[in-house]
C-alpha cells in the first residue's frame, strides 16, 4: 500500500499569514492600549500624589496661623488686625526645604498670604462643649490657605480652611474651682449649685449627702474616698449627681506666662517687680495692676495711689483726708492699728483694716469725688477694686488685711486683694440679712482675694485673746456674697509622718468662732489656684479652735452676666477648633 503525500498549497500559506498578521495587529493595539493605561494611570497616580501633598501644605499654612494666634491669645495680645497674621506662612519657620517646592496664597490672587478673617470679636456668648452653661468672650476667625506645588511633572492646587474660636472664661461662672485636688467631705448634707472643675484629682467621701445639681469635670480622676494624706476617716456616702456623673475634662489655668504651675500662678496676687512690663503675660493678670486703689502700708507710712488706666502703667498719689497724727493714717478708710488673735494660727494679727462705709464716703465727697470721676472717664466705671500690701514685717505676728462695715458695697461693686490673709468682720454685701436667702438682685459685683481667707462673725470682738476659750467666742448669723479667690493649705502626710487633711471645700473659708448656733449665708464662686504662702497652719477638725456654722451656700447666679461679674475677675483661656474643610483652590 502507498501512501501519498499532498503537497500544501500556496493559497493556504497565503492565508495563514494574513492570519497571523491579524492577530499580531490585535496583540500590538491590545499592548498599546495597555503601555496608554499605564502611562495614564501614572499620570493620575501623579496628579493624586501631588493634590494630597497640597492639602497637607495648605493645611500647614493654616496651622502655622492658628499657633502664632494661640500663642497671642494665651499671652493676651490677640488682635483682631488680621495683617499681623496672614503674612505668617509656612516657610517662615522653616525657610528651606519642603516650603520652597509650594507656592502659598490667600485663594484670592494675592500670593504669600494667608487668607485670614475675624467672624466676631469679643462677643459675649453661651458657649458648648465642656463648657455648657458658661458664657464667654469668644473671638472667632476663618483662615484659609491655597498652597500649589510648583516642582514636579504635576503642579496641583490644593485649599484648606479650618474656622478656630479663642474663648475668655471669667473664673467665678464655677461655684467651685480648684487647680490643686479638690476635696469635699461634708459632715451635714451639702448641695452644691453651680458647676465644678477640678485642674487635678477630685476626691468625695462624704458623710452624709453631698448633691451636685450642675456638672463636674476634673482633668486628672475622680476618687470616691479620701485624700491619701487625709486621716479622717469615718463613714461616705455616694454623692448624688443631677445632670450626669463627673467627666473629664481638659485643664484650665489662667494666662500667666509659660507656666501654669499654682507657684507660678500665685504671683497674681504680688505687685510687680522693678522693670515689668505691665502688658506682659504676668503684667495682665496681677490685682496690683489691675486695682483702682494701691495701698502699701509700711512701718512709718500708708500710700494711696489712683491706677489711672488700672494696668499699673501710671500711678497717681491720692492726698490724705484727715489728720496723720495720733496713729492715724490721713486717710479714713484705711485703718492700720487693728489688733487680734488667729486661732487656728495661733498669732496676733496686725492688720490693715479698709472700712467699706468710709471709703464710699470718701468717694463721694470732696476728697475722692474727683478722682471717682477720673476712674469713670478713663475705665467706665468708678472706683471699684483696691490692692492692699501691707508690708510691715511680723516674725511674731501675721501681717494681714481686714474688711469692716461692708454690709453694703459702692454702687459699682468692691474687689478687695492682696498678697497677705484676708479677713472679713461682719456682713458683707448684703442687702438681704435673711439667713439662707439666695436673693442676689441687689448686690454689687463683689470679689476678696488674697492669700488665705477667715470670715468674723458680726459679734466677733478684738479683745479677745489667745485665753479666751471657744465657748466664749459664740458667733452669730453672718452673710457674705462674694466670689473669693484664695488659697488653702492642703491635704499632706509631714516629713515626720504625719497626715493632715486639708479641711477640704466645706473649710475653704475659715472659721475662729463657734458657729455651732448660727448660720454663715454664702453666695458665690469659691476658687483655689495656689497653696497659702503665709496662713500655713494645718487644718484642725472642730472643737479646737471653731466650730463650723449652719452652711447655707450657693452659687451666684449673677455672675453668668459680663455687667455683674466681680470687678477685675480673672478669666481662663480655651482654644477651640470648630470645622476644617478642603475647599475648592485654583491653579493659577
Not at 468662732?513 to 458665690?524: I, R
Request: a neutral charge; proline letters at 6%.
Amino acid at each position: 500500500m502507498k501512501i501519498q503525500f499532498t503537497p500544501e498549497q500556496k493559497s493556504e500559506r497565503g492565508y495563514a499569514l494574513v492570519i497571523t498578521m491579524v492577530f499580531l495587529a490585535i496583540a500590538m493595539m491590545l499592548l498599546g492600549s495597555i503601555g496608554s493605561r499605564t502611562s495614564n494611570g501614572s499620570t493620575l497616580t501623579a496628579r493624586n500624589n501631588s493634590y494630597n501633598t497640597s492639602v497637607a501644605a495648605a493645611e500647614s499654612a493654616t496651622e502655622v496661623v492658628i499657633a502664632q494666634m494661640s500663642r497671642d491669645f494665651l499671652h493676651q495680645a490677640l488682635s483682631a488686625n488680621v495683617n499681623l497674621y496672614n503674612g505668617i506662612l509656612p516657610s517662615t519657620f522653616v525657610p528651606t526645604g519642603w516650603t520652597t517646592d509650594y507656592q502659598f496664597s490667600d485663594g484670592r490672587g494675592n500670593a504669600s498670604l494667608t487668607d485670614v478673617a475675624c467672624t466676631g470679636w469679643q462677643q459675649w456668648t453661651n458657649l458648648d462643649s465642656q463648657f455648657v452653661g458658661l458664657y464667654g468672650l469668644v473671638s472667632t476667625y476663618q483662615i484659609t490657605s491655597n498652597a500649589k506645588k510648583i516642582a514636579g511633572t504635576a503642579p496641583v492646587s490644593a485649599g484648606v480652611r479650618q474656622s478656630i474660636q479663642f474663648t475668655s472664661i471669667p473664673i467665678f461662672q464655677y461655684a467651685i474651682f480648684y487647680t490643686l485636688d479638690l476635696e469635699i467631705n461634708p459632715g451635714p448634707p451639702m448641695l452644691v449649685t453651680g458647676k465644678v472643675h477640678g485642674n487635678s484629682d477630685i476626691y468625695l467621701a462624704p458623710q452624709n449627702t453631698l448633691e451636685f445639681a450642675d456638672t463636674v469635670g476634673y482633668a486628672g480622676h475622680v476618687y470616691y474616698n479620701r485624700n491619701p494624706n487625709d486621716p479622717t476617716g469615718g463613714n461616705k456616702t455616694v454623692p448624688i449627681f443631677d445632670v450626669q456623673d463627673p467627666q473629664q475634662v481638659s485643664a484650665m489655668t489662667l494666662p500667666v506666662g509659660t507656666s501654669p504651675d499654682p507657684t507660678n500662678i500665685v504671683q497674681i496676687l504680688e505687685a510687680p517687680p522693678i522693670g515689668e512690663n505691665p502688658w506682659s503675660a504676668e503684667g495682665r493678670e496681677r490685682y496690683y495692676n489691675k486695682s483702682d486703689l494701691i495701698i502699701i502700708t509700711t512701718n512709718n507710712s500708708v500710700t494711696v495711689k489712683f491706677n489711672e488706666f488700672e494696668d499699673g502703667s501710671s500711678l497717681t498719689l491720692v492726698p490724705t483726708n484727715t489728720l496723720t497724727s495720733g496713729g492715724k493714717t490721713g486717710y479714713s478708710f484705711v485703718n492700720t492699728n487693728v489688733l487680734f488673735y488667729d486661732y487656728r494660727e495661733g498669732k496676733q494679727v496686725q492688720a490693715t483694716e479698709i472700712d467699706v462705709v468710709a471709703l464710699t464716703n470718701w468717694m463721694a465727697g470732696s476728697s475722692g469725688y474727683a478722682l471717682n470721676q477720673l476712674a469713670m472717664t478713663k475705665t467706665g466705671h468708678t472706683i471699684n477694686s483696691i490692692f492692699v500690701d501691707d508690708q510691715r514685717p511680723g516674725a511674731s505676728k501675721l501681717t494681714a488685711v481686714r474688711v469692716a462695715n461692708g454690709t453694703s458695697l459702692p454702687a459699682s461693686g468692691l474687689t478687695v486683694a492682696t498678697p497677705r490673709p484676708l479677713y472679713v468682720k461682719g456682713h458683707f454685701n448684703a442687702p438681704d440679712l435673711t439667713p439662707g436667702s439666695t436673693d442676689t438682685s441687689l448686690t454689687a459685683p463683689a470679689s476678696l482675694v488674697s492669700d488665705a481667707i477667715t470670715i468674723l462673725s458680726p459679734n466677733w470682738n478684738d479683745s479677745w485673746d489667745a485665753s479666751t476659750g471657744l465657748s466664749s467666742r459664740s458667733a452669730a448669723n453672718a452673710t457674705v456674697n462674694a466670689a473669693i479667690l484664695s488659697g488653702i493649705v492642703p491635704s499632706v502626710t509631714t516629713s515626720a509622718g504625719v497626715p493632715h487633711y486639708s479641711g477640704g471645700v466645706e473649710n475653704f473659708p475659715r472659721f475662729l468662732e463657734n458657729w455651732s448656733s448660727s448660720t454663715l449665708t454664702y453666695n458665690g464662686s469659691m476658687v483655689v489656684m495656689f497653696a497659702s504662702r503665709q496662713a500655713t497652719n494645718f487644718w484642725i477638725a472642730p472643737g479646737t479652735y471653731y466650730n463650723p456654722p449652719t452652711r447655707k451656700w450657693a452659687f451666684d447666679s449673677n455672675f453668668l452676666s459680663i455687667n455683674k461679674l466681680p470687678p477685675a475677675t480673672p478669666q481662663v483661656r480655651k482654644t477651640q477648633r470648630g470645622s476644617w474643610s478642603i475647599v475648592a483652590a485654583s491653579n493659577n
